[in-house]
């Protein structure tokens, strides 16, 4: 018989079921979310004990959370029943709406399963209505929110403190309850497979809208840059979406990267890496262009997300800021190939870059022209020949570190380095690669009057000197001790003549070092490199020639200091 006062219990009972429903959407995780459906029952329903147990991928059913105790908890946590025995269990007793009672008159038979639980023998009920301690309620939890979706776990309830089975007003709130658990734990399950369906994206296309809020969390507060290009027709490389840290790394609005694509915003020199690393995916290392004109050394991984039907549709591409990383790498390179004391590339950058205009097979006879026939006559006139006149390539040295710091692509057809014709000064229109052997005269007395420190400090000067007086993409080395070469290409021989007498006169101006001036000077002796030759040979030869022009100035001549 309904007495005054039940109204106002339905309506705190309520209450409480909203509260404990709105608990069910503030956990983080689906372990968290489980345990609060099982202490929801005890919060809000009016039970003293309530487990949930989850359906495994392979039907079982394991305890996933126990609340209300800890020695339940202790005795259930972790253990699974078979979905043998859970299919009888909720095909048994009494339908309550989707809830299945099974009173201890009937449940005994299910004390020898293997389904985990806490029962314990009690006394007979002494009314009608009285909860026996082996009486069982299930409230399975399915994905549509009925029996007629898939069951996804099952809601246990044991001793309510009421002492009664509980009435109709109870067996909703439980069924109702049951219905908001299914939906909070889907909604975990759905962000604990976040990362595994970014994975899927190119197999799944389902699984995309399925998770398609996941996804957005997980592109849009990702720690590193993310961005989504498309792929064909004629916005082919445009970028669709960028996220809030690729956006602070380029110092741009997402407003406005959505009018770019990555081809406008590489370096130039990096065009290349860019185009291989879109058409086959994968990692690479590039520049990308910030706002303020700088650029940002990236790594970019791409995925290509491919429709089954119409092929690939767009790149998803992950973008980490290595600028710290590659800036560390370029000075160790730089170390590695540059002279310490005056900063020029040192003996060993200086043989791979002439040695990358040198091939082994010199050039046949119909490319040096008359009076030229041997890679021997190739080193003492030098020069180059093309070996497609079609070609038109860039300068020797230039590629991506800029002029005349030998980064470039190698280019094909090669291009072959021959000697420029005739033996005397004339320049008869025909160029090659000079190679220009410097030596300093009267290093070792200042040296040996003033001490390393004075020749340290004459090295500097005269490798400035030498490196303003050429042109941008020329090469200046420091071979060694007093010993510096020159690499300038597209002279002939007058024009070599000419460049070694500027540079001459360059050096022997006087230095000051500590408050003194002290003068040097300076032989050159000049060859020519040509295919068919080493580097090593080029420069035997170059020297050879400084040592004849050495001596053949007299020692007042020569004297400085």
Known sequence: METESEPYIRLATLRLLHQVVADLNTARSLADTVQTVADGVIAGLGFELSAVHLVRPDGDLVVAAVGGSAGAEALMAGRVGSRVAWDRRLSMGDRWGDLRFIPYSEGWVLDDDD????????????????????????????TAGGSGGELIGVISVDKPRSGRRPGAWGREALQMYAFHAATAIGNARLR??????????????????????????????????????EMGGDQQGRLLRANDALCRLLGRPASALRRYSFSDLVHREDIGTLVRTSAEGGRSELRLARRDGSYVWVSLRNSVVADAADGPRFLLTHVEDIEERKTH?????????????????????????????????????????????????????GGFSRGYDEFDGPGLFDGPGGPGFGGGIPYEPHVHTIAPRGDGDVDDGHKGLAVLFCDLDGFKSINDRFGHHAGDAV??????????????????????????????????RADAKDLAGRLRNAITPPIRVDGRAVRVGASFGIGWAGC??????????????????????????????
């Open 329 to 381: 790498e370029l000075q160790l390179a730089h170390r590695a190939s540059h002279d310490s004391l005056t900063g020029l590339p040192n003996s060993a950058e200086l043989r791979a870059r002439l040695g990358s205009r040198l091939c082994g097979s010199p050039p046949g006879p119909g490319e040096y022209g008359s009076g030229y026939g041997s890679a021997g006559d190739a080193a003492e006139a």
């Open 459 to 492: 090295l500097i000067e005269v490798a400035r000197r030498l490196a303003a007086g050429v042109r941008e993409g020329d090469t200046v080395a420091r071979l060694g001790g007093d010993e510096f070469v020159v690499l300038a290409d597209g002279l002939g």
């Open 115 to 142: 389904v985990p639980e806490w029962h314990t023998p009690g006394p007979a009920p002494r009314f009608p209505d009285e909860w026996h301690p082996m009486d069982r309620l299930f409230a399975p939890m399915y």
């Open 192 to 229: 604990a497979n976040m990362q595994r369906a970014l994975l899927r994206l190119e197999r799944e296309q389902q699984a995309l809208r399925a998770s398609e809020e996941s996804f957005r969390q997980a592109f849009e507060y990702a720690p590193s840059g993310m961005a989504i290009a």
């Open 532 to 561: 068919g030759m080493t580097a090593e040979e080029v420069l035997r030869s170059a020297d050879q020639r400084m040592y004849i022009e050495k001596r053949s100035r007299s020692k007042e001549r020569r004297r400085a200091g």
